[in-house]
């Protein structure tokens, strides 16, 4: 197993304390009148396993039919680094593996352990990542952690999915590991697991040879077209990206049938749109490697992330727009509410739209370990999402 996932296991974190440290956004204290939050057991209790697939983190959820709002529909999870093996009474059974990202298939859109299937590359004992760079020269310490997707209305309901290139570095750093590409992955409409016919572009916005900061584009992403279901739908889908140590949410948009034209692909400036990339404006800050952006009503717009990655608290920014201007930053949930164990520590929370129901938010964060070899067979259930839901009044939601 490579050293990278022996250690943290952890997908698109990328987080170093200079970077979470650095929090600028004001924040609103909120009246509990405007919304309650608790967990959602039914929902965390989905992935609870103990044979198989065990845990993973990453957890981006689209629905098949493009629809967040989709009444009847499937549910494509994806996940980054992944734990496979057997749980014998309370411990993981030694023999366990990984692999750097795999999928699950929801049949409907309730939390029914019957209708969930998880899958992976390869055969038992002899399990392989589901999607892997293409190089010319294939290297084992290069492989991909999976952002987010969408079913693309423009390109025949092909799935896309943005994919972060991570190679390990080997060296003795907190982080053994970088970010060395930015991918997109299609998979046609149609297509059969694994994916046989899957193509992948490389994203050309970065230089990673250079040293200057760098945009993770994938993040996120919100598809506002009418045939999505949006019926205020700008025809645009929108890409969210982190960019640089202060974490900075910087926002692409085009239209899904030129997704990859990248030449046509515009930034959000600090005063509109801009085709070259150096323009981009940060539209927040110490935002998560993993977040969502998210339709609450007409002309309100919900950015959902974890602070800095990995502090406990669940936050949202609210704005007239799919990018902003994003208003103060509002604690939705601690996560140390959950999560008291000191091995423990959260990170990357985000909402599914597609999971949630009307006048609420379902949202999702991951439980990891910096001891993951030693905590893991003892507690071999942690790898493995939470969820809280957030219902809101119907007067907070008009605000």
Known sequence: MKKTILIWGIAALWCS???????????REVHEREFTASPAPE?????????????GDGIFSIPFSGRDAGQQDSILFLFSDTVLGEIEGSALKSG????????????????????????????ENAYRALFVPETDKPEKDTYFWLGDGFVNPGVGKDLFIFAYQITNTHDNSAFPFRETGNALIRVPTGSRFPYPDQQQFALPFNDYTTGEETTSFGAGVFSSSKPDGEVSGDGF?????????AKSLVAARIKPAQITA???????????????IRGAAALSDSVSNELSV????????ALVYQLGSIFPEICMQVGPTPYGPFGPRIVLYK?????????????????????SEPGE??????????????VLPQKPNLYRPRFVRIRFNQSSKSK
């Open 17 to 27: 304390g200079r970077a979470c440290g650095q929090v600028r956004t004001p924040v």
């Open 43 to 55: 929902w965390s209790d989905l992935f609870v396993r103990k044979s198989g697939w065990l845990g």
């Open 96 to 123: 366990f593996s990984m692999v750097n990202n795999s999928v699950a298939l929801l049949k409907g859109k309730t939390p029914d352990p019957a209708n969930i299937t998880f899958r992976m590359a390869g055969a």
């Open 237 to 245: 889908v929108y890409i969210y990206g982190v960019r640089g140590p």
């Open 262 to 276: 990248f030449e046509k692909w515009e930034f959000r400036g600090a005063h509109g749109w801009t085709s070259n």
């Open 294 to 301: 998210s339709m609450l009503a007409p002309g309100k717009y």
């Open 335 to 355: 996560t140390s509410a959950d999560i008291d164990d000191p091995d423990l520590f959260t990170y990357n929370a985000k909402a599914h739209p597609a999971l």
């Open 361 to 374: 938010l379902l949202i999702s964060y991951n439980v990891n370990t910096f001891r993951f070899l030693e």
